[in-house]
């Protein structure tokens, strides 16, 4: 059973650029979350999805970004004309439910992006 | 403004001996707490969790308290091991959306031998 898989691994984008970051979530989950992890600081909660829908949005920045997680394949981050400040390890984490016992968040490695 | 606080950014100990970290939390709804390990260029893995139900849950060498009069809840690990060595994120959630985490600036932890 696989666990949750980002990729790439590692991205490297010039300031302007646009950057996609994927995330196949855990089988059986429908769930999918999205954190940010700036250099020495926690992880900040970006958005949170389910099948072709965004349910909470509200660590999103206002501009430049999007999240997607289609009928489909995997759910995609997207930052539009990258600056050196997205550089950050940008996390996916997936759960089977939204609440109760099996809402449990599994994370993947992430995608270390660097905005040159 | 930080919701989720571990005030640590770092902790050494010998081996063999208890590791205890701690986390404080300002926002009362929260109602479900984790700990999440992680080591550098990986994912943060899943160690321990506990519902504002309980004031401790045991899991093998780890120890989770909880302290909802003070808004406190400290890991503890014992007897710790060299392995252990890594960042531990302290992380809180509510029972609408447990998958959406608040996460504390972690502290390093490392245990020598």
């Known amino acids: 059973n696989a666990g949750v898989m980002q990729n790439p691994r590692h991205l490297v984008r010039r300031r302007g650029q646009e950057a996609r970051l994927r995330c196949s979530p855990m089988?059986?989950?429908?769930?999918v979350y999205w954190y940010r992890q700036l250099p020495e600081e926690g992880l900040k909660f970006m958005v949170y999805?389910?099948?072709?829908?965004?349910?909470?949005e509200s660590g999103m920045p206002k501009e430049r970004f999007s999240a997607e997680f289609p009928k489909e394949g995997p759910s995609i981050l997207r930052i539009q004309q990258v600056v050196r400040g997205d550089s950050a390890a940008y996390f996916c984490a997936s759960s089977r439910t939204g609440g109760g016992l099996t809402a449990e968040a599994f994370f993947g490695q992430g995608t270390r992006l660097t905005v040159v | 403004d930080q919701q989720v606080k571990q005030n640590s950014p770092s902790l050494s100990v010998q081996e063999g001996r208890i590791s205890i970290l701690n986390c404080d939390y300002t926002?009362?709804?929260?109602?479900?707490f984790l700990w999440y390990k992680k080591y550098p260029a990986e994912g943060p893995t899943f160690l321990i969790s506990?519902?504002?139900?309980?004031d401790k849950n045991e899991d093998g060498r780890f120890t989770v308290f909880l302290n909802k009069s003070a808004k406190h809840l400290s890991l503890h690990i014992v007897p710790s091991q060299p392995g252990d060595s890594a960042v531990y994120f302290c992380a809180a959630s509510t029972s609408t959306s447990y998958g959406k985490l608040t996460f504390g600036q972690g502290t390093i932890l490392t245990v020598h031998p």
């Open positions: 926002n009362s709804m929260f109602d479900y």
């Open positions: 089988k059986g989950h429908s769930h």
């Open positions: 506990i519902s504002s139900i309980k």
């Open positions: 999805l389910q099948k072709e829908n965004i349910i909470d």
